[in-house]
């Protein structure tokens, strides 16, 4: 099977004005030397462009944080590559003039903005940046206001769970109409606090059922990717997430040129497939050429027989590569034929 390299995001910086306590990044408002200039991620992007590219996300940190370098390299994908772009924003830094036309957010096919909870006292305790709820909120309204193409993520943590059921409704009324819901990854800064910080089971079943609710009810939007449908498994299939898309079609780099199988990886340091840097910003080689992306690809393809009868929990048998890495034993992972070679000596 050809895998082509259709969808890569990309930080374009490491910097953000939150504090967010899962962040896969770990993003903060220090400045970071060693990340990609402009001119170095249009040289990546383009040499993608051969290897099947037809999607680009624009991430962080906070994209906005750099709203210059943000725009220069929207519009070189745009006018230059031609190919749509997405973007993730944490809603506080979002003005009008950002979103009327012409602005950089309308150079975007799709963006979302994120709610770590349902009111202030939940997603400020998350982000650690008191108002924050508030200026994401604004956020939120000047895009609808600018109908411009948004998505509202919701990511569910421990206590934070049933508070969403009350934003529901107001983001409805102000013009939203769609809603994703991500599940907690133990990835990043989520990794060493992903026993107290994700949901319990019995959250995740009413969070699913009020988002269930508010689906009939409001009649809006609500989709999940494939990773998160494994705890959700009644939310509307996100579409292109059918299954796990990690080194099929896709791959997250970093603001340090390093690359990852997906987005959610890129906080997992043993799942670094190999830094743009060291091979003359040549993709090619890393995504043709890397031996976890081979193996991976074999567990997509179901030619490793040793996990069909794996006893280890759903979401690594089913192709969670990150949950896998995340929550498994070294001693379960000297067995794993995907994951062993990534155990300490």
């Not at 990511?155 to 009324?173: D, F, M, N, Q, R």
């Not at 995340?326 to 062993?340: E, K």
Request: net charge neutral; aromatic share 6%.
């Amino acid at each position: 099977m050809n895998f082509k390299l259709e969808h890569i995001d990309i930080e374009i910086n490491h910097r953000c004005n939150l504090k967010c306590r899962h962040c896969s990044a770990k993003a903060g408002d220090g400045f970071h030397s060693g990340e990609l200039s402009s001119e170095e991620i249009k040289t990546i992007l383009s040499n993608a462009r051969p290897l099947g590219l037809r999607k680009v996300g624009l991430t962080g940190g906070e994209p906005l944080f750099d709203e210059r370098k943000l725009e220069e390299v929207a519009r070189f994908c745009v006018n230059e590559l031609h190919v749509p772009i997405h973007t993730h924003f944490n809603g506080t830094m979002i003005t009008e003039d950002l979103c009327k036309p012409g602005g950089v957010i309308s150079l975007f096919k799709s963006a979302s903005i994120t709610f770590l909870g349902g009111d202030a006292a939940t997603h400020d305790f998350m982000t650690e940046v008191k108002g924050s709820f508030d200026k994401t909120l604004e956020g939120v309204k000047l895009m609808a206001q600018y109908a411009l193409p948004l998505t509202v993520y919701y990511i569910p943590t421990s206590g934070t769970c049933a508070s969403y059921k009350e934003l529901t409704p107001v983001l409805h009324a102000l013009g939203v109409k769609r809603i994703r819901a991500m599940a907690l990854a133990p990835s990043g800064r989520a990794r060493t606090i992903y026993g107290e910080t994700a949901p319990s089971p019995q959250e995740m079943v009413q969070f699913e059922i009020d988002l269930l609710e508010a689906r009939s009810s409001l009649n809006i939007q609500v989709e999940a990717g494939y990773c998160t449908r494994l705890s959700m498994p009644r939310l509307q299939v996100l579409s292109g997430h059918e299954v796990c898309m990690s080194g099929r079609n896709r791959v997250h780099i970093n603001s340090a040129g390093d690359v990852f199988p997906c987005t959610a990886a890129s906080g997992v340091e043993e799942l670094k497939l190999g830094n743009l840097k060291e091979v003359s910003w040549n993709i090619s080689d890393i995504w043709n050429n890397s031996d976890l992306l081979q193996r991976r690809r074999a567990v997509h393809l179901g030619k490793v027989d040793a996990c069909e009868n794996c006893p280890i929990e759903v979401k690594c048998k089913q192709g969670c590569l990150v949950n896998a890495c995340g929550t498994m034993s070294d001693g379960a992972r000297r067995n794993c034929p995907v994951l062993n070679t990534l155990v300490p000596a």
